[in-house]
């Protein structure tokens, strides 16, 4: 009881001490909306208020190239190896107040490899990220679509790990084994929360996709973010949705998105819990069901 | 030494925002053409902003030292000598009070300085807003350019203010905004250091401070007693009066306890000064004082429980205190009608005669009358006032057991609210007042939380018998239950702690450092 009472304790004061959340943006398998998802969810934080870090840790490098800036960091090897003033040398204030940017490097694609040579190689960017908790009030960070350990330095920094699920069988499945990954290294599950991307409504696949996962997976978002050719032309306006096309519905449902977020952050992070289903049944219950809604 | 990671001494400086005033005489279209040869420039559709400064009251933020705006749906806590952004968070319209803001930078900076005193409206400002980005050659923003043209008013003025231009340096293109900067000077624009709250308030010739409390009097010890007390007596009406307003906006519940705070003070300070004036006139208007705190006694009760209202959802555990709003949306119907009754009095003939009656009592001595204490020298009158209070409260103290009613306990704190009134009044007069009062804050404090559970478990058993709460199987009436149990539990501590409170008290009036030595022939009664 002792014990517990002290660690609740210390969670608290240490949650005091931390300050801004880490939201990262992330999925193993690619192109299901990340980049999208994050340059509009850090450009709604910002027009909300919270100063906010954008941290692209892809070597695609795309949301900086929304943001118009160069895709290229000083002293690259030591920014996400070493953090401190290797960080914030780089960081560059964006076109909207409040909304400041750690761009990409093309040196990026070697995170992995540095980062095993690095002491305390999976936490290392949750302890650069720690001094820059003071100075923002939200970090989003932009990830790659991976599961070296550059994914373990994303869920040890995140306290929300947002997956967007494209809703079919296949992101389902990496959806899955993300989870499943995570229960078997002993992660904490409930900095999971997914939602919905690249929604095609009109697909009776995607619509028996997303109710069984409803059904079978705790805490996935309500917000559904449509596949919509405006969310495509972000990269000919290069700025955040919200910006340059702010009555579409896309941008109308990004804040949706928003909204939920802020709302688990205001709870603290809490999110659901994993349910008791095994990966492989919870995969193969989704493809024996959704192949019968298609059918249907 | 080798540097960690992560090391803290890299923090990084933002640059300041760099504000000019711009001349009268400036010739603004030669000098942005100038401009334009320099930078690309993109200029932003000219906005009309408006823009509040919230303050409580008493003026607590600013005494701090900061400034709190509110604009465009988002509110902003910063220093009012650095203007660069402290914490903000998008509300609209910004909350009374600083516990209904959301969780944050904000609420943990603004709740310690503002605690429960309404955020109410300083002024406004009508903002005239022209932007310019700078853009590099990939048509980023690289620094920004903001032209604001100002009107400031409060409820009864207004004016203009001078404009200004904004530099705004944006992160990573610090160089350039460095040559901007360089530039303005050598235009012939020089830097504002007083930032746009200062101006506005120096516009209107004011401080953040609604309402002050009236400075009181200052007494000479040598004055006679009439004199100083009826000058007393002017200034308390005048708190008073003063507080009137507030309370009929209901904008902060501190109104109404200044009110009620001067008529108390009032009425205590007639009784114990009897024979300084004539009797009848200030007999009569003692009744009509009483009828005052009287009428405010059970919406100031109200007051205090909706202020508590996070500590008594506090001692529940959950879920059961999630229960237990209904019985303060009960309380908050109650406070609303019980208002409106004290504005219907406010608003009677009866209550216009009593206080015109009683403003023109204490501002004409004649009326007053003199009585056989009158020319008694007024620090002779306060000393012996204190010392036979002091006696009183400390008889009554000794009788002091671990089972007395709590009728005996408050009669004791009627009795400490004496001295501690006697001693506000006359603290300039008698100095070692100020330490006394200090030492019986502790166990004044005690004394008045178990008279507020002790009107706070009248009013949940109250609230218990409502039709809708009685119900079995109630979890509203098991969370008032539970509630009830906690409020009686807290207050048999409290009765506990008053004996030892009171032990405290009195064993320091022994000590001889500091003196109390013109006291203490008064005091010592063991």
Same mark, same amino acid.
């Not at chain 2, 506990?496 to 003196?515: A, I, M, W």
């Given at each position: 009881?002792?014990?517990?009472?002290?660690?609740?304790?210390?969670?608290? *004061?240490?949650?005091?001490?931390?300050?801004?959340?880490?939201?990262?943006?992330?999925?193993?398998?690619?192109?299901?909306?990340?980049?999208? &998802?994050?340059?509009?969810?850090?450009?709604?934080?910002?027009?909300?208020?919270?100063?906010?870090?954008?941290?692209?840790?892809?070597?695609?490098?795309?949301?900086?190239?929304?943001?118009?800036?160069?895709?290229?960091?000083?002293?690259?090897?030591?920014?996400?190896?070493?953090?401190?003033?290797?960080?914030?040398?780089?960081?560059?204030? *964006?076109?909207?107040?409040?909304?400041?940017?750690?761009?990409?490097?093309?040196?990026?694609?070697?995170?992995?490899?540095?980062?095993?040579?690095?002491?305390?190689?999976?936490?290392?960017? +949750?302890?650069?990220?720690?001094?820059?908790?003071?100075?923002?009030?939200?970090?989003?960070?932009?990830?790659?679509?991976?599961?070296?350990?550059?994914?373990?330095?994303?869920?040890?920094?995140?306290?929300?790990?947002?997956?967007?699920?494209?809703?079919?069988?296949?992101?389902?499945?990496?959806?899955?084994?993300?989870?499943?990954?995570?229960?078997?290294?002993?992660?904490?599950?409930?900095?999971?929360?997914?939602?919905?991307?690249?929604?095609?409504?009109?697909?009776?696949?995607?619509?028996?996709?997303?109710?069984?996962?409803?059904?079978?997976?705790?805490?996935?978002?309500?917000?559904?973010?449509?596949?919509?050719?405006?969310?495509?032309?972000?990269?000919?306006?290069?700025?955040?949705?919200?910006?340059?096309?702010? *009555? &579409?519905?896309?941008?109308?449902?990004?804040?949706?998105?928003?909204?939920?977020?802020?709302?688990?952050?205001?709870?603290?992070?809490?999110?659901?819990?994993?349910? &008791?289903?095994?990966?492989?049944?919870?995969? &193969?219950?989704?493809?024996?069901?959704?192949?019968? +809604?298609?059918?249907? | 030494?080798?540097?960690?990671?992560?090391?803290?001494?890299?923090?990084?400086?933002?640059?300041?925002?760099?504000?000019?005033?711009?001349?009268?005489?400036? /010739?603004?279209?030669?000098?942005?053409?100038?401009?334009?040869?320099?930078?690309?420039?993109?200029?932003?559709?000219?906005?009309?902003?408006?823009?509040?400064?919230?303050?409580?009251?008493?003026?607590?933020?600013?005494?701090?030292?900061?400034?709190?705006?509110?604009?465009?749906?988002?509110?902003?806590?910063?220093? $009012?000598?650095?203007?660069?952004?402290?914490?903000?968070?998008?509300?609209?319209?910004?909350?009374?009070?600083?516990?209904?803001?959301?969780?944050?930078?904000?609420?943990?900076?603004?709740?310690?300085?503002?605690?429960?005193?309404?955020?109410?409206?300083?002024?406004?400002?009508?903002?005239?807003?022209?932007?310019?980005?700078? @853009?590099?050659?990939?048509? =980023?923003?690289?620094?920004?350019?903001?032209?604001?043209?100002?009107?400031?008013?409060?409820?009864?003025?207004?004016?203009?203010?001078?404009?200004?231009?904004?530099? =705004?340096?944006?992160?990573?293109?610090?160089?350039?905004?460095?040559?901007?900067?360089?530039?303005?000077?050598?235009?012939? @624009?020089? /830097?504002?250091?007083?930032?746009?709250?200062?101006?506005?308030?120096?516009?209107?010739?004011?401080?953040?401070?609604?309402?002050?409390?009236?400075?009181?009097?200052?007494?000479?010890?040598?004055?006679?007693?009439?004199?100083?007390?009826?000058?007393?007596?002017?200034?308390?009406?005048?708190?008073?009066?003063?507080?009137?307003?507030?309370?009929?906006?209901?904008?902060?519940?501190?109104?109404?306890?200044?009110?009620r705070?001067? $008529?108390r003070?009032?009425?205590s300070?007639?009784?114990?000064?009897?024979?300084?004036?004539?009797?009848?006139?200030?007999?009569?208007?003692?009744?009509?004082?009483s009828?005052?705190g009287k009428?405010t006694n059970t919406l100031r009760d109200l007051d205090v429980y909706l202020l508590q209202?996070?500590k008594y959802?506090?001692l529940?555990?959950?879920?059961?205190?999630?229960?237990?709003?209904?019985f303060?949306?009960?309380l908050?119907?109650e406070?609303?009608?019980?208002?409106?009754?004290?504005?219907?009095?406010?608003?009677?003939?009866?209550?216009?005669?009593?206080?015109?009656?009683?403003?023109?009592?204490?501002?004409?001595?004649?009326?007053?009358?003199?009585?056989?204490?009158?020319?008694?020298? $007024?620090?002779?009158?306060?000393?012996?006032?204190?010392?036979?209070s002091?006696?009183t409260v400390l008889e009554r103290g000794y009788e002091l057991t671990d089972g007395t009613t709590p009728r005996a306990l408050h009669a004791l704190r009627i009795e400490c609210k004496r001295v501690r009134y006697?001693?506000? @009044?006359?603290?300039?007069?008698?100095?070692?007042?100020?330490?006394?009062?200090?030492?019986m804050k502790k166990l004044q404090d005690s004394l008045g939380s178990i008279q507020d559970l002790t009107v706070q478990e009248a009013r949940l058993r109250q609230y218990l018998t409502?039709?809708?709460?009685?119900?079995?199987?109630?979890?509203?009436?098991?969370?008032t239950q539970e509630l009830i149990s906690c409020v009686c539990e807290e207050r048999e501590l409290e009765q506990k702690r008053v004996l030892k409170l009171f032990g405290q008290f009195n064993?320091?009036?022994?000590?001889?450092?500091?003196?109390?030595?013109?006291?203490?022939?008064?005091?010592?009664?063991?």
């Amino acid at each position: 009881l002792i014990s517990a009472i002290i660690g609740g304790l210390l969670k608290e *004061t240490m949650d005091k001490v931390r300050g801004a959340n880490v939201l990262a943006l992330y999925h193993l398998k690619g192109g299901v909306g990340k980049t999208a &998802s994050a340059v509009n969810l850090a450009h709604l934080a910002a027009t909300s208020g919270l100063k906010t870090l954008l941290c692209d840790l892809d070597p695609q490098s795309s949301s900086t190239y929304y943001f118009r800036v160069r895709p290229k960091l000083k002293a690259a090897k030591k920014v996400l190896l070493e953090g401190g003033g290797a960080i914030t040398r780089n960081i560059k204030g *964006t076109d909207y107040e409040g909304l400041d940017l750690l761009p990409a490097d093309w040196s990026h694609r070697h995170l992995a490899v540095s980062l095993g040579k690095a002491k305390g190689p999976k936490k290392r960017l +949750k302890r650069i990220l720690e001094p820059l908790r003071k100075e923002y009030e939200l970090i989003v960070l932009d990830c790659p679509a991976t599961m070296t350990l550059v994914a373990e330095n994303i869920f040890n920094a995140a306290d929300l790990l947002l997956i967007p699920v494209v809703p079919s069988t296949l992101a389902a499945r990496a959806y899955s084994n993300v989870r499943a990954f995570f229960q078997r290294k002993d992660y904490d599950q409930r900095k999971i929360h997914a939602f919905f991307s690249m929604v095609e409504k009109r697909k009776r696949l995607h619509q028996a996709t997303m109710r069984v996962m409803r059904d079978q997976f705790e805490g996935i978002l309500q917000a559904c973010i449509p596949y919509a050719a405006d969310i495509e032309s972000m990269g000919l306006a290069r700025a955040p949705l919200p910006a340059c096309m702010p *009555t &579409s519905i896309a941008a109308g449902r990004y804040r949706d998105l928003w909204r939920e977020i802020e709302a688990i952050m205001r709870r603290g992070g809490e999110a659901a819990v994993n349910t &008791s289903l095994t990966e492989s049944s919870s995969v &193969s219950m989704l493809a024996e069901e959704t192949s019968r +809604k298609a059918d249907d | 030494m080798t540097k960690r990671f992560g090391d803290k001494s890299r923090k990084h400086r933002p640059l300041k925002d760099v504000v000019v005033d711009v001349p009268d005489q400036f /010739r603004a279209t030669d000098w942005m053409r100038d401009l334009r040869r320099r930078y690309e420039i993109q200029e932003e559709p000219a906005v009309h902003v408006a823009a509040v400064f919230l303050d409580t009251f008493d003026g607590r933020l600013f005494d701090k030292g900061l400034a709190c705006s509110s604009s465009t749906g988002i509110v902003r806590l910063y220093s $009012v000598d650095n203007p660069s952004k402290e914490a903000q968070v998008a509300i609209d319209p910004p909350p009374r009070f600083a516990a209904e803001f959301p969780e944050g930078k904000l609420k943990e900076r603004l709740l310690p300085v503002s605690r429960n005193r309404a955020l109410l409206k300083v002024l406004s400002l009508s903002i005239a807003r022209q932007s310019w980005r700078i @853009l590099n050659a990939d048509q =980023k923003t690289v620094a920004r350019m903001v032209l604001e043209e100002a009107e400031v008013r409060d409820e009864t003025q207004s004016a203009q203010l001078r404009p200004c231009l904004i530099l =705004k340096p944006v992160r990573g293109y610090e160089r350039l905004a460095g040559e901007m900067a360089e530039w303005f000077e050598e235009s012939g @624009l020089n /830097r504002l250091d007083r930032p746009v709250y200062w101006q506005a308030l120096d516009a209107l010739h004011r401080t953040p401070k609604q309402h002050l409390p009236s400075s009181g009097t200052r007494l000479m010890g040598s004055m006679p007693g009439a004199d100083a007390v009826r000058s007393l007596l002017e200034s308390l009406y005048e708190t008073m009066r003063i507080n009137e307003a507030g309370v009929l906006g209901d904008t902060d519940t501190e109104f109404l306890h200044d009110y009620r705070v001067a $008529v108390r003070k009032a009425r205590s300070l007639v009784a114990q000064t009897k024979g300084v004036f004539a009797p009848g006139p200030t007999a009569r208007f003692r009744k009509s004082l009483s009828w005052l705190g009287k009428a405010t006694n059970t919406l100031r009760d109200l007051d205090v429980y909706l202020l508590q209202r996070s500590k008594y959802q506090g001692l529940l555990c959950p879920p059961l205190n999630a229960h237990i709003e209904p019985f303060f949306v009960f309380l908050r119907g109650e406070r609303e009608k019980t208002f409106q009754a004290f504005v219907r009095v406010m608003n009677s003939r009866e209550y216009t005669d009593v206080v015109l009656g009683w403003g023109a009592l204490v501002k004409d001595p004649a009326r007053l009358g003199l009585g056989r204490k009158a020319m008694v020298p $007024v620090e002779q009158l306060a000393r012996s006032r204190i010392a036979k209070s002091c006696r009183t409260v400390l008889e009554r103290g000794y009788e002091l057991t671990d089972g007395t009613t709590p009728r005996a306990l408050h009669a004791l704190r009627i009795e400490c609210k004496r001295v501690r009134y006697l001693m506000e @009044l006359f603290a300039a007069l008698v100095p070692e007042a100020k330490d006394l009062t200090r030492r019986m804050k502790k166990l004044q404090d005690s004394l008045g939380s178990i008279q507020d559970l002790t009107v706070q478990e009248a009013r949940l058993r109250q609230y218990l018998t409502q039709p809708e709460i009685c119900q079995e199987g109630s979890k509203t009436a098991m969370a008032t239950q539970e509630l009830i149990s906690c409020v009686c539990e807290e207050r048999e501590l409290e009765q506990k702690r008053v004996l030892k409170l009171f032990g405290q008290f009195n064993d320091s009036l022994g000590e001889t450092d500091p003196p109390y030595s013109l006291l203490l022939p008064w005091l010592r009664v063991r």
